[in-house]
T-cell receptor, first 120, second 115 residues
Framework: AQKITQTQPGMFVQEKEAVTLDCTYD???????LFWYKQPSSGEMIFLIY??????QNATEGRYSLNFQKARKSANLVISASQLGDSAMYFC?????????????????FGQGTILTVHP | GAVVSQHPSWVICKSGTSVKIECRSL??????MFWYRQFPKQSLMLMAT?????????EQGVEKDKFLINHASLTLSTLTVTSAHPEDSSFYIC???????????FGPGTRLLVL
């Protein structure tokens, strides 16, 4: 079964508008972390934002925010004021398992990715 | 911020040769590194988890003898594609984990083309 699902193969947005990239996940582990990465055409994976399963507040990093709906098991990425440089592939990922010290073990499982295109 | 380097960034080789890819964590110690493979327009597929000082843990379907992983120090892991064939052509990305932080940093990737 797919653990991380990104249902939008491609998204288009006008420059300066906001866009939401969807991500749903499946886990029975109470302790997990959710990540979003940006991959431009160069191939580099750029870390954007992180949300822990126990975090009470939605994570924010500049123009990026993570809409964490724990009961619905969704972790959508919201990009505000889109810029042309935001055009890239975006991946949602999950890490399961936390040790007693609160540091995660476990590998990252990635979703299928969403290609975002920002139009001028 | 944390930086992970990967070398080489591009490699073209003949079928049957072996290729070594290096992954280094530049400003933190990485007891765990991960090797991923990515085909165009697809997601990252984890190949193996590399643990410093011990054997790598391979994902199901990944040939251990084909993809040799060595993690000899806290800052260096290597992936060797042995007897490479055209079907091994892909984008290989390493990732290193900073245990003081919750995130995982990726190298810039290595594009391998086997002729």
């Amino acid at each position: 079964a797919q653990k991380i699902t990104q249902t939008q193969p491609g998204m288009f947005v006008q420059e300066k508008e906001a866009v939401t990239l969807d991500c749903t996940y499946d886990t029975s582990d109470p302790s997990y972390g959710l990540f979003w990465y940006k991959q431009p055409s160069s191939g580099e994976m750029i870390f954007l934002i992180y949300q822990g399963s126990y975090d009470q507040q939605n994570a924010t990093e500049g123009r990026y925010s993570l809409n964490f709906q724990k009961a619905r098991k969704s972790a959508n990425l919201v990009i505000s004021a889109s810029q042309l440089g935001d055009s890239a592939m975006y991946f949602c990922a999950m890490r399961e398992g936390l040790n007693a010290g609160g540091t995660s073990y476990g590998k990252l499982t990635f979703g299928q990715g969403t290609i975002l295109t920002v139009h001028p | 911020g944390a930086v992970v380097s990967q070398h080489p960034s591009w490699v073209i080789c003949k079928s049957g040769t072996s290729v070594k890819i290096e992954c280094r964590s530049l400003d933190f110690q990485a007891t765990t590194m991960f090797w991923y493979r990515q085909f165009p327009k697809q997601s990252l597929m984890l190949m193996a988890t590399s643990n410093e000082g011990s054997k790598a843990t391979y994902e199901q379907g990944v040939e251990k003898d084909k993809f040799l992983i060595n993690h000899a120090s806290l800052t260096l892991s290597t992936l060797t594609v042995t007897s490479a064939h055209p079907e091994d052509s892909s984008f290989y990305i390493c990732s290193a984990r900073d245990w003081e932080l919750e995130t995982q940093y990726f190298g810039p990737g290595t594009r391998l083309l086997v002729l």
